[in-house]
């Protein structure tokens, strides 16, 4: 039989379900198919797993033959009452919930027990199952009542006992678990009491030990601090002492300024009297006329000096500094007053006595005064003749060649000022560019070697020829306008005399390789010499010779202009010493191109050397050093600047002039050291410069040798 069969013959099988719902008629079903107490022992069944939760096991709800006897001879009443005696007998006198559970319900209305079923097959399997009669809830209630009390009052019992076990088992437990709960806590605070001990001594012994470092750190930091106090209270001392002195020092140099101060204003006070003495003389004498050109010289001289120690003494004042050089310089400068001073007064007195020796001679030789002073005239007629025609030459030759070369300079910039003063954007940048093309390698020249010298002067040469040159990543050429080009050259020649004025006359040695590039220059392009020869007459006239004589009625300011020296907007004079020195360049240069060799030609000149030479010949030679030492001499000398331009020249040209010259040369040494040496050392203001060139001129007449100048580049200095 199918699960879906055995289900079918149930009394829940039989139930017809419909989708309405009578509450009445459900009711009566459920009363039919609802069996009391096998609901009752399902219950008791389903809830073993809760009493074994307390202690009670299956075993707990079976029972026994010996504690239940009424109870199998109720039932066996009961069962004989209804004439079953043979099924219940074969339960052994005991309901077990498990038999209970087994007890299946046929079709047929009758209940069988699976172990008597179990039983019969085993004895005979055709045998036929022994089938109960189908009992009505009332009839197992009415069997059962009385066992069921019992038994809940069995179980009651037994779940007391099991309780009271239980919590006996509990309570010991319990203890058990507290004695070890108690000695884990007894061990536990034992641990942490002996944790805290060796915790508590570490820190004791950490405390001793840090006690003890920070005691000794304490000791040192008390020992460096008297250390410290120590040396500062040393270095207290040593610096107020320091201040002391410095103290000291100062008031001291106070008082020497102070002392310096006066001995400044004394002195500038003995020149400003011997500057009244001899203005005032000067003024006073009658016949002034008589006095020598020398005296003029003179009196412009102690005018000058008296201007520069006052404006030497207001810088000394506003510095701080007075040294011993400045006020020696101020001694000095006295001592040439008192000297001017002398000079006039014996100029006076020589003149007066000779105006008096006159008159006592003129009444008693008229006849024979009228003979000398006739032959006298001759005399200085024929004197004045022979010194009018080398002076007047020399003076002609200078005033002509200052007049071209003035009027060269001029013209040319005045062909330019068009080109320089346009102030369009694209022309302005053109000039500009230029201007660098021409600055560029004319500021990088040095003797290095001669091809850097080489790359320079064909640079200038390519812009100069009108070709492309590179400059600063730009291209440019001078052949735009003929403006441009005459712009360049003039320009070319200006910077070189520049480089003299400015780098030469500190570092005399670099006047070889910019003489060597001029001339490189100058000798395919005149114009360019001829506007360098221009610039530097301007600035420095001595390389004419040309000395200016002041004029009637012109100003301090144009005279000291017309001199070379730089004057200021306010009409402040150039230093002495800048002047010189300045003056020094311009003529180093000079020389260096009278001695240099000029380099040889480039291709692609425009101008060519000579047939039959390899070489052009130099635009302005040696015979021009002769010249100029010839025309200085045979004018007067300016203070100071003569004898440093003379110095200047022959140590630069010296050597060639005594190897070109030979004895001619030596006797103008001679003649310069024994007639012109005298005048210089008459107009001299220092004795520096003059010391030197008569240092000079002894030697080369003693030995008859003048050294090499440093820095001229050798004969084969282009070959390399």
């Known amino acids: 039989m199918s699960i879906t069969e055995a289900l079918q013959t149930t009394p829940k099988g039989r139930l017809k379900y419909s989708r309405e719902i009578n509450s009445e008629k459900l009711k009566n079903d459920l009363d039919q198919v609802s069996p009391t107490p096998l609901a009752r022992f399902h219950e008791e069944k389903e809830s073993s797993r809760l009493n074994r939760s307390f202690g009670l096991g299956v075993d707990d709800f079976t029972i026994s ?8 001879d109720d039932s066996t009443n009961n069962v004989n009452h209804h004439g079953s005696d043979e099924s219940l007998s074969s339960s052994k006198g005991c309901l077990d919930c498990d038999n209970f559970d087994s007890i299946k319900v046929m079709s047929n209305g009758f209940v069988t027990s699976p172990r008597k079923h179990q039983a019969n097959q085993l004895q005979s399997p055709e045998m036929e ?29 037994r779940l007391k006992t099991s309780l009271i076990e239980r919590r006996k088992k509990f309570e010991e437990h319990n203890s058990y678990l507290t004695n070890i709960m108690n000695n884990k806590r007894q061990d536990a605070q034992r641990k942490i009491a002996h944790l805290q001990e060796r915790r508590q001594s570490s820190i004791e012994r950490k405390q001793k030990v840090e006690k003890a470092e920070g005691d000794k750190n304490l000791q040192s930091l008390k020992e460096n601090h008297e250390r410290h106090k120590e040396k500062m209270d040393s270095k207290q001392k040593e610096i107020e002492q320091k201040r002391l002195d410095l103290e000291r020092e100062q008031k ?27 203005t005032h003389k000067y003024e006073t004498f009658e016949h002034k006329k008589y006095f020598t050109e020398l005296v003029g010289k003179f009196k412009v001289a102690i005018d000058a000096a008296y201007t520069q120690l006052t404006k030497k003494l207001q810088h000394a004042v506003q510095s701080g500094n007075i040294t011993d050089e400045l006020v020696a310089d101020f001694k000095n400068n006295v001592d040439k007053s008192k000297i001017t001073v002398m000079l006039i007064e014996k100029q006076i007195e020589d003149i007066n006595h ?32 022979a ?9 002609s030759y200078a005033l002509k060649t200052r007049k071209a070369k003035y009027d060269l300079l001029a013209q040319v910039e005045a062909s330019i000022k068009g080109f320089v003063t346009n102030s369009n954007p694209q022309m302005k940048q053109y000039r500009f560019d230029l201007q660098r093309a021409v600055n560029t390698p004319i500021n990088a020249i040095s003797g290095l070697d001669s091809h850097h010298l080489r790359d320079k002067l064909h640079r200038l040469l390519a812009l100069l020829r009108g070709q492309e040159v590179k400059v600063s990543g730009r291209s440019v050429r001078a052949d735009r306008t003929p403006e441009a080009l005459l712009f360049c050259q003039n320009l070319v020649a200006k910077m070189l005399v520049r480089k003299g004025e400015e780098q030469v006359s500190s570092l005399h040695e670099s006047a070889f390789p910019i003489a060597a590039v001029l001339l490189g220059l100058w000798c395919e392009f005149p114009i360019v010499g ?39 907007e306010d009409g402040t004079v150039e230093e002495q010493d800048k002047f010189l020195r300045r003056m020094s360049g311009l003529m180093r240069l000079y020389c260096a191109c009278l001695v240099t060799t000029p380099p040889p030609p480039t291709p692609g000149g425009v101008v060519r050397p000579p047939q039959g030479h390899t070489h052009f010949p130099h635009p302005h030679g040696l015979e021009h050093g002769w010249m ?22 022959l140590t630069s040209c010296g050597m060639q002039l005594l190897r ?9 040494l001679y003649l310069l050291y024994k007639q012109y040496l005298p005048k210089l050392k008459d107009v001299a203001v220092t004795n520096a410069t003059l010391g030197r060139l008569e240092i000079f001129l002894e030697a080369a007449l003693k030995s008859g040798r003048i050294p090499q100048p440093e820095g001229i580049l050798p004969a084969t200095f282009w070959s390399h």
């Open 354 to 385: 000779k105006i008096k020796e006159a008159v006592e001679k003129k009444k008693q030789e008229e006849v024979k005064q009228a003979e000398d002073l006739k032959k006298a005239e001759n005399v200085k007629k024929q004197e004045a003749a």
């Open 660 to 668: 070109q010259y030979s004895m001619q040369f030596v006797k103008l």
């Open 628 to 649: 100029w030492i010839a025309r200085t001499m045979d004018q007067d000398p300016h203070p100071d600047a003569t004898a440093s331009l003379i110095y200047d020249l």
């Open 530 to 568: 001829d506007l360098f020869m221009a610039h530097l007459q301007a600035l420095c006239p001595y390389v004419l010779p040309y000395y200016h004589t002041r004029q009637e009625g012109e100003s301090s300011a144009d005279y000291h202009r017309s001199l070379g020296y730089k004057v200021d």
């Open 129 to 157: 199952e022994n089938l109960w009669p189908v009992m009505s809830p009332t009839f197992l209630s009415t069997i059962q009542a009385n066992d069921i009390v019992h038994m809940e009052e069995i179980f009651k019992s």
């Open 387 to 395: 010194a009018q025609e080398c002076g007047v030459q020399a003076l």
């Open 252 to 278: 001291k140099k106070q008082e020497e300024f102070e002392r310096r101060h006066q001995v400044l204003n004394s002195l500038v006070a003995q020149v400003q009297e011997n500057q009244a003495k001899f």
């Open 65 to 72: 033959r010996d504690d239940d006897s009424n109870m199998k």
